[in-house]
């Protein structure tokens, strides 16, 4: 589905940066990659073990993603975020 400007305008997206317990890194990529609003989840090297992005219409609705949703999945140990500037 192609989207128009007004529509990627509109959409609020965040970076977050995943840390979770050691062993559990796939389990952990392929759980937050099935969460609705999540465009992508990889691993990483370095201080972070994964980064997602993610998309949603409000800020509430990024905020329950991210708080709700990743931060509530297991072995999930911090998240960092970062919010995109429009």
């Given amino acids: 589905m192609l989207r128009t400007p007004q529509v990627i305008d509109s959409l609020q997206t965040a970076f977050v940066m995943i840390n979770c ?3 559990h890194e796939n389990d952990v ?21 994964i980064l997602s992005s993610v998309e949603a219409p409000t800020v509430e609705s ?25």
């Fill in 29 to 49: 990529v392929e759980h937050i990659r099935s969460i609705g609003g999540i465009k992508e989840a990889i691993r990483t090297h370095g201080p972070h073990d």
């Fill in 21 to 23: 317990e050691a062993g």
């Fill in 62 to 86: 990024l905020i329950e993603i991210i708080e709700q949703r990743i931060r509530k999945t297991p072995h999930v140990k911090t998240t960092t975020t970062l919010v995109k500037a429009h």
